[in-house]
């Protein structure tokens, strides 16, 4: 299986970023026990407090589809969406860096 790494932009309404970190800060926690989720970072821009990047690390794209059917509809996911101005994901392909090994693997 090919790991699939994706960055995420999030940029909220004018002075919601807190609140769009806060909600994504708590599905970083349920996705704590998703066995295919090996990384969910939040991240806040320092120079734009409204914009939010997330990094994310998964097994395998099933894993990411799985997660992705678990919160749509969800009542979070749509307290999200209200706080979102624009939003993109960026599909990367993982080459490998530090800390990899301290996951379980190399990249596939």
Request: net charge negative; charged share 20%; hydrophobic share 45%.
């Amino acid at each position: 299986m090919d790991r699939v790494a994706r960055y995420g932009k999030f940029v909220a309404q004018a002075g919601r970023g807190q609140e769009l970190s806060e909600l994504l800060l708590s599905a970083a926690g349920e996705l704590e026990n998703e066995p295919g989720c090996e990384l969910y970072l939040v991240n806040r821009q320092t120079d734009a407090p409204d914009t939010i990047w997330v990094t994310e690390l998964w097994r395998s794209k099933a894993d990411l589809e799985a997660a992705l059917r678990q919160v749509a509809g969800s009542q979070e996911a749509s307290a999200a969406l209200q706080l979102v101005h624009s939003a993109e994901s960026i599909e990367l392909d993982l080459l490998g860096g530090a800390g990899l090994t301290s996951m379980g693997a190399a990249p596939s």
